[in-house]
């Protein structure tokens, strides 16, 4: 071995500043992009931004868009009292004695946002220089105040505590919950009827009471303000052919501004100059999103003629290679451009992500997407017998006699899971 100093030629791919800004700017949602280009305005004094359609982010009554959500005005008001001042107020009314008032009102004020106290006891002792018994009797007195189930220290107390009607079903429900709320969980209604010794029935009509109880008794207080999802592309129908609307073609005009041309000075001209390559870097990787998704939009209504005439059972198998081949770009652009967007269609709005499905094979030798197989799914468990539910076999058998589609179960699984559909075994009811 020696040391030596050799010269070579290597070719590699680096990620430039303006890269990565490109790459970014074509995974921004719309309203992502908006406030991108409101921050690079901030920062950048070359850049003049005509914003006559946006207003902060709210698009103007220029032009209306369904998604298909209806606006309660109502949602947008914010709860003026907390659940804290809720609670103070309700323990004023109770007259305590004064050192008891004193830890009450403490321990309100040490419950969280979902209502359930978070205390260490010994240290409340300690600060109050109180007894235990006397901290047990200061929880108790705030547990009897609205609503049903606050103050509760585990999930189990707290739906003990809103369990408060008498009544044999009601008491089979308070020990289950405090003593078997996971096997509850589970759904081992067989094991928890052989442990009570009572009919599994009973167990169900107990379970079913537990399920209308509230986890979170304080959530209701909360003060966040509804947000509701604003489509990226438009499809509509006009005179029976579909055409691509994109919502960043009113994004703010941007033109760069002619005030700063008098500046002569050296280091303003080399600033000047390094701001001019950043805005029009900046128009130049906007334009080439809008071109994008242009593109792949203009493949996805070549193929999708039947799902946006008759909605999402008729949605067609496309891959992102495939997209991205007759887009003529690569299929990493694809991925990076339909990501965190929607679409709003004739039928509804969509993620852009969720209408690039894979291909199943079936009988009659047409591919069925996966949404189309997962909506067929849904309506399978939807109209089933609770009492006697599909296993993963039994809908595989209904997709290949019904559909003459051919899938695993592994895949029914897997897909009953993203549908968040509980497995046979736990969605048997017995009465």
């Not at 071995?1 to 800004?21: A, D, N, R, S, W």
Request: proline residues 3%; aromatic residues 8%; glycine residues 4%.
């Amino acid at each position: 071995m020696e040391l030596g100093l050799i010269q070579k030629q290597t070719t590699k791919l680096v990620m430039t500043t303006q890269l990565h800004q490109a790459i970014s700017i074509l995974q921004y949602s719309t309203v992502e992009l908006l406030e991108y280009v409101k921050e690079q305005a901030l920062e950048n004094p070359l850049i003049e931004l005509h914003s006559p359609s946006w207003d902060g982010g709210v698009r103007s009554s220029k032009r209306s868009y369904d998604t298909g959500l209806k606006k309660d005005p109502l949602e947008y008001a914010e709860t003026r009292k907390s659940l804290h001042d809720e609670l103070h107020d309700q323990a004023r009314c109770l007259h305590f004695p004064r050192k008891r008032e004193a830890v009450v009102h403490y321990l309100i004020d040490n419950i969280d946002e979902s209502g359930y106290l978070r205390i260490n006891e010994t240290e409340v002792m300690n600060y109050f220089d109180v007894e235990h018994f006397e901290i047990t009797e200061a929880i108790r007195e705030i547990q009897l105040l609205d609503p049903p189930g606050i103050g509760a220290r585990s999930l189990s107390e707290c739906l003990f505590l809103q369990l408060n009607e008498s009544g044999e079903i009601f008491e089979l429900a308070r020990d289950l919950v405090s003593y078997h709320l996971k096997a509850l969980a589970e759904k081992k209604y067989r094991e928890l009827s052989r442990e009570f010794h009572v009919p599994v029935e009973q167990i169900q009509r107990a379970a079913d009471i537990v399920a209308d109880l509230d986890p979170h008794p304080g959530s209701k207080w909360g003060i966040d303000k509804p947000s509701y999802i604003v489509p990226d592309v438009m499809i509509e129908e006009k005179n029976g052919r579909f055409s691509i609307a994109l919502l960043d073609d009113d994004l703010p005009a941007m033109k760069v501004s002619n005030a700063y041309r008098s500046f002569k000075n050296n280091e303003a001209e080399e600033y000047l100059k390094d701001k001019y390559q950043q805005v029009s870097w900046l128009l130049k990787s906007i334009e080439q999103r809008k071109q994008t998704l242009r593109a792949i939009m203009g493949v996805f209504i070549v193929h999708q003629q039947n799902f946006l005439r008759n909605g999402i059972s008729e949605l067609s198998p496309i891959t992102l290679r495939e997209v991205a081949m007759e887009a003529d770009v690569h299929e990493s652009t694809v991925s990076r451009a339909i990501k965190s967007k929607y679409v709003q269609t004739p039928h509804g709005l969509f993620a852009l992500k969720d209408l690039f499905t894979s291909k199943l094979s079936s009988e009659s030798g047409e591919a069925a997407s996966s949404s189309s197989v997962k909506l067929f799914i849904k309506e399978l468990v939807e109209n089933e017998n609770k009492m006697k539910p599909l296993s993963d076999q039994k809908i595989v058998e209904a997709l290949h006699i019904q559909k003459g589609i051919e899938v695993s179960r592994r895949t029914i699984a897997k897909y009953r899971d993203e549908l968040k559909i509980l497995s046979s075994s736990k969605r048997k009811r017995f009465s």
